[in-house]
């Protein structure tokens, strides 16, 4: 599987999103769990938990995601 197809969780798919921080928490964890795919995914990873969290990023983890319905890690950064 090329890695632009591969899958990831499907964040954005909930109807109910909750709120904007979660949804860039959940979306740091993707990127991390990608970033064997994809080099500048790290650098999206810390962007997102300084987002987050502010200048104590590094110090942080990203947010739990729920497996659910997945989509194309391009998908998934075309939704980002």
């Not at 109910?16 to 949804?23: A, D, H, L, T």
């Not at 928490?25 to 080099?39: F, L």
């Not at 319905?69 to 950064?77: A, G």
Request: a positive charge.
């Amino acid at each position: 599987v090329s890695c632009n197809k591969m899958n990831v969780t499907n964040i954005f798919a909930d109807d109910k999103r909750g709120n904007n921080m979660e949804i860039l928490c959940k979306a740091a964890t993707i990127a991390r769990e990608s970033q064997s795919c994809h080099r500048y995914l790290e650098g999206i990873y810390h962007n997102l938990l300084s987002l987050i969290w502010g200048i104590r990023a590094g110090h942080k983890k990203p947010c739990p995601v729920a497996a659910g319905s997945t989509t194309s890690l391009k998908n998934f950064l075309k939704e980002l």
